[in-house]
């Protein structure tokens, strides 16, 4: 398969990478593949990216491959230790979304900048800042520079993963204006989602209308996503009524409102709740 890559577009990623000293330049070979904080499939979705996109990448660790976010990518920190953009902690975690439940996916130090882009509660939503990285299956990706024969290899380092989870202060107080929800237009399921999907479905979807209120789950372990709708009664604990998934780079900008929700609703094997995949996010009063 043949691609026409610009010069400038490999100047770009070459200046990107200079950083983490690697200059393989990758063609993603199909559409809607995932993006994931960490080589694992279970780990969380951060951004997708679609055929023929380029991404510089930087090792590979088994069949993943360590890439540098594409700019659309949204990451996380603690906003009490960012001030106008520059981090005033010693040491500062980037997360894979709002919460110490997300995975680490790089480490920001004291005086390093930061491009906000919104806040969740007390979590700064930032641009993909220098030292993150994304991880991609490696059978997804075409070698375009250099040659595939000069990048192959079994050579693996470490993961580079930041250190385990710091303490979180109280939420802070200060508000600050919400991005502006980013509704997901239907989409076809990335190549892994489908594949576990057809695994554990235990019958062909539904289409639904759902209402509620969109929040990130409080905890990943052993959960199909990342945020789940939910209804909420005042004075009693938020009811699950599905996990919300095909849609992640966009979910967060919902956290927290009211919406309808139309999609296919599958009912899986070996869970309480449903799994919804939304086709179009309607914003309620």
């Excluded at 990758?26 to 993006?35: F, S």
């Excluded at 059978?139 to 520079?145: D, T």
């Excluded at 990943?220 to 939910?230: E, N, S």
């Amino acid at each position: 398969m043949k691609r026409n890559i610009s010069a400038v577009t490999l100047l770009i990623l070459a200046l990107r990478a200079s950083a983490v000293e690697t200059n393989t330049t990758a063609v993603i070979r199909l559409d809607r593949v995932n993006l994931r904080a960490a080589p694992d499939m279970r780990a969380e979705v951060v951004a997708q990216a679609a055929a023929g996109d380029v991404l510089a990448v930087v090792r590979r660790e088994g069949p993943w491959c360590a890439v540098l976010p594409p700019t659309n990518a949204s990451f996380y920190v603690f906003g009490a230790y960012v001030q106008e953009g520059v981090v005033t902690a010693s040491t500062l975690q980037v997360r894979s979304g709002p919460g110490i439940n997300f995975r680490p996916t790089g480490v920001l130090r004291r005086g390093e900048t930061v491009a906000p882009r919104g806040r969740h509660g007390p979590w700064l939503c930032i641009a993909p800042p220098a030292g993150a990285l994304l991880w991609v299956r490696g059978e997804f990706l075409e070698i375009v520079h250099p040659a595939a024969s000069d990048s192959e290899g079994t050579d693996a380092q470490g993961s580079g993963h930041a250190a385990g989870a710091t303490s979180v202060p109280a939420a802070e107080t200060q508000n600050a204006p919400a991005p502006t929800p980013i509704a997901p237009a239907a989409r076809p399921l990335s190549p892994d989602f489908a594949v576990w999907l057809e695994k554990n479905a235990l019958a062909p979807p539904v289409q639904v209308s759902r209402m509620g209120t969109v929040l990130p789950l409080d905890f990943l372990f052993r959960k199909p996503a990342q945020y789940r709708l939910v209804h909420s009664t005042p004075g009693s604990p938020a009811a699950t009524l599905a996990y919300l998934r095909n849609g992640e780079e966009s979910f967060g900008t919902w956290v927290g409102l009211t919406v309808r929700v139309h999609g296919r609703e599958y009912r899986l094997r070996g869970y309480r709740y449903p799994l919804l995949v939304p086709d179009r996010i309607e914003r309620l009063p």
